[in-house]
T-cell receptor, first 110, second 113 residues
């Protein structure tokens, strides 16, 4: 079964707008990661946030983690057409088992 | 050039046939993973290995087998017992020492003839 569930499933915005994606998970975690996937390609790691962290930034990305609600959000500011991709959250619980959510498809219109 | 190499990029399987997907990494990573991705869906964990000569089942291991005889190689065999093998298969690795990101290969698309 999948640990993380993203919402929305799909998001369409104009270039320059912000995009927010949410992820919920079921069990206790060591860390939560966000990945990006262009169609038909492998995944690329974006950012990792540990269970004792609440917020993290990387360039135009901002990730928050609320362990009490078992949820995380990914904010992409000032989006560009090149940000069009699928975005996945992944969680590490026990050991090395990394579980992915179903993903959010982001489409940024130029 | 360091990274993960998956081959072939496209693979076709006939009814009742076993096929093997290759995954090789030169990153000196201990942990390796196989995921399956169906169209428009997320990734589901098939098998993972934390160290050479050891591997664990993921959430959808039935119909698949793996081996980890060398640190750099983690081949996945899709057996005839897997009745719906058409999917995009992704291999990944990580150093295996703590909180770490996964490095992914470019994937193999498997289709049934």
């Amino acid at each position: 079964s999948q640990q993380g569930e993203e919402d929305p499933q799909a998001l369409s915005i104009q270039e320059g707008e912000n995009a927010t994606m949410n992820c919920s998970y079921k069990t206790s975690i060591n860390n939560l990661q966000w990945y990006r996937q262009n169609s038909g390609r492998g995944l690329v790691h974006l950012i990792l946030i540990r269970s004792n962290e609440r917020e993290k930034h990387s360039g135009r990305l901002r990730v928050t983690l609320d362990t009490s609600k078992k949820s995380s959000s990914l904010l992409i500011t000032a989006s560009r057409a090149a940000d069009t991709a699928s975005y996945f959250c992944a969680t590490d619980a026990r050991g090395f088992k990394t579980i992915f959510g179903a993903g959010t498809r982001l489409f940024v219109k130029a | 050039d360091g990274g993960i190499t998956q081959s072939p990029k496209y693979l076709f399987r006939k009814e009742g046939q076993n096929v093997t997907l290759s995954c090789e990494q030169n990153l000196n990573h201990d942990a390796m993973y196989w995921y399956r991705q169906d169209p428009g869906q997320g990734l589901r964990l098939i098998y993972y290995s934390q160290i050479v000569n050891d591997f664990q089942k993921g959430d959808i291991a039935e119909g698949y087998s793996v081996s980890r005889e060398k640190k750099e190689s983690f081949p996945l065999t899709v057996t005839s017992a897997q009745k719906n093998p058409t999917a995009f298969y992704l291999c990944a690795s990580r150093p295996g020492t703590g909180d770490e990101k996964l490095f992914f290969g470019s994937g193999t698309q498997l289709s049934v003839l």
